[in-house]
């Protein structure tokens, strides 16, 4: 195995891992660790090149750092990406290397899964190292679940419903949050529109919960009250922006801003945003509690409401100030990023949340 530093400004470690034996190619990125050790998972994806998984594993990083600061977490930011197909790429000693790789940090990060990774894939990189979180409670839930209560305070602010019932929500991306989101809001009575580009999915979702279907990319264009997308970053931009029907967004999936002008946009037009990083915590908050050592179902859930609190705090400093709610939010985690005194008073030796 070969680790090749590279030196990226505004990030403390960047890592390139090759490993020939067991066709394992990997970025881990250390964004910063001011409150704590690097958290984010590790994602694999068919990259088509390697400059296109650098700029994922830095843009990833970057996010995470503001989503842990803005959940009041003692974690930094991280992430991993490995460069391949899931669907046929995988396999135990791949995994197992990519541990190894993590080990090699120090502890300075924790991996966990991500988009096209399993509970089980990365319990293969476990075998290898210590800092693997989210092992034995499914962190997905918990985003999902997060994401849900964040889109019934988006609702609310934007529609004025006090209830989901009858609202009308396009939900981009079935993957394992997407369709946990998806029986939530069923559950509460909301209309769904669901588009992936796996049709099984969004078949099943039609059979359970009565959702209409979408084309992906006809997804922007139909008319509703609430845009989630739950797959793949960057989906917000200036091709898609001037399609959307919809009063807001408010989505699991991570980097759904282009570009951070297109937020600006976004707010011109009225589409109220909840930041991704800001909605999509609830995983990493699970995550937490399970580094910590002592998991607790009640508290994760009780820290996840709190994020109902930080988008009404976004949304009235928005409104207040006439700023686009995604630089709202990443002052909100600068000035959290400044101050590292202000740790989460529930401490552990580890020093996380």
Known sequence: MTLETIIQEGYE?????????????????????TLGPALGGCRMWPYASQSAALSDVL??????TLKNALAGLNLGGGKAVIIGDPKTDKSPALFEAFGRA??????????AIDVGVTTEDIGHSARQTEY??????????????????????TAKRRLGADNLHGVKVIVTGLGQVGFELCRLLAEAGAELIVADIDLAKVRTAQDQF???????????????DIFSPCALGGVLNSATVPLLQVAAIAGAANNQLAQ???????????????????????????????????????????????????????????????????????????DRLNNPQQKNKRDDAKGVA
């Open 13 to 33: 470690k960047i890592v390139k891992v090759q490993d020939a034996g067991t066709g394992l190619s990997a970025y881990i990125a250390i964004h910063n660790t």
């Open 102 to 111: 993590v080990q090699s940090l120090n502890g300075d990060y924790y991996t």
């Open 59 to 64: 843009r990833l990083s970057q996010s995470m």
């Open 260 to 334: 951070r002008n297109i937020g600006d946009i976004l707010h011109q037009q009225g589409i109220l945003y909840a930041p991704d990083y800001a909605i999509n915590a609830g995983g990493v908050i699970s995550i937490a509690d399970e580094i910590a050592g002592t998991w607790n179902r009640e508290r994760v859930l009780a820290h996840c409401a709190r994020i109902t609190d930080t988008l009404g705090t976004i949304f009235d400093r928005s409104a207040t100030q006439d700023q686009a709610t995604n630089r709202i939010a990443d002052n909100l985690a600068a």
């Open 132 to 153: 693997v979180a989210g092992l034995t409670q499914d962190p997905s839930l918990f985003t999902a679940y997060g994401v849900f209560i964040g889109l019934k305070a």
């Open 210 to 224: 009565g959702a209409d279907e979408a084309h992906p990319l006809e997804a922007f264009a139909k008319p509703a």
